[in-house]
């Protein structure tokens, strides 16, 4: 069974730094996806940021960055120039590749609270 | 717009009386499912639905039902509540799967608002 671990439960940061949350997660599999998830206090889940395991190079989106280590199963989620706005709980999650797709199915850390200070 | 509405948004009930939680989508996805989230324990899949007719339990199935009658819906049913169901409920869709060959292919999940139950 896969399973996905966030060590952080909180963390804080002045506006404008950089923050980078961890994510480690276990599984057998050589195919998967993982997946960021920001939850900010309206509760909506919003996809943040997705990366597939075949790919070596690391996913951006904007001010958002991930550093993938499949080998040490590793996935940490890094924000430059954080903004108020990126104040939310952060989730990191995984999705089993099957053949020709995807099972659909998450598998959620614990979540990080992440507070950005003025 | 293409988007999930889930319905109540927010819900206090008491133990024993059965309720429903709607979830509807107008994106003609075939895959749904249900997730309920708790603190220190991140978001749990309770049940999905591959399309019409065919629902299947997640790893926290106990104490819920579905059914899937009509593409579009697809809803959560507390038969008996009990407080340890009180909780944050999402509904999600997406395309399913295609074959697209080994590198597959990934389809984005779109949760709904929540579901915030209380259970006394």
């Known amino acids: 069974a896969q399973t996905v671990t966030q060590s952080q439960p909180e963390m804080s940061v002045q506006e404008a730094e950089t923050v980078t949350l961890s994510c480690t997660y276990d599984?057998?599999?050589?195919?998967?996806?993982l997946f960021w998830y920001k939850q900010p206090p309206s509760r909506q889940m919003i996809l943040v940021i997705r990366q597939e395991a075949y790919k070596q190079q690391n996913a951006t989106e904007n001010r958002f960055s991930v550093n993938f280590q499949k080998a040490a199963k590793s996935f940490s989620l890094k924000i430059s120039d954080s903004q108020l706005g990126d104040t939310a709980m952060y989730f990191c999650?995984?999705?089993?590749?099957?053949?020709?797709?995807?099972?659909?199915?998450?598998?959620f850390g614990t979540g990080t609270l992440l507070a950005v200070q003025p | 717009e293409a988007q999930v509405t889930q319905n109540p948004r927010y819900l206090i009930t008491v133990t024993g009386k059965k309720l429903t939680v709607t979830c509807s989508q107008n994106m003609n996805h075939e895959y749904m499912s249900w997730y309920r989230q708790d603190p220190g324990l991140g978001l749990r899949q309770i049940y999905y639905s591959m399309n019409v007719e065919v629902t299947d339990k997640g790893d926290v199935p106990e104490g819920y039902k579905v059914s899937r009658k009509e593409k579009r819906n697809f809803p959560l049913i507390l038969e008996s509540p009990s407080p340890n169901q009180t909780s944050l409920y999402f509904c999600a869709s997406c395309i399913s799967w295609s074959s697209h060959g080994l590198k597959g292919s990934y389809n984005e999940q779109f949760f709904g608002p929540g579901t915030r139950l209380t259970v006394l």
């Open positions: 999650a995984f999705m089993k590749h099957v053949y020709g797709g995807a099972t659909n199915k998450l598998i």
């Open positions: 599984t057998s599999e050589s195919n998967y996806y």
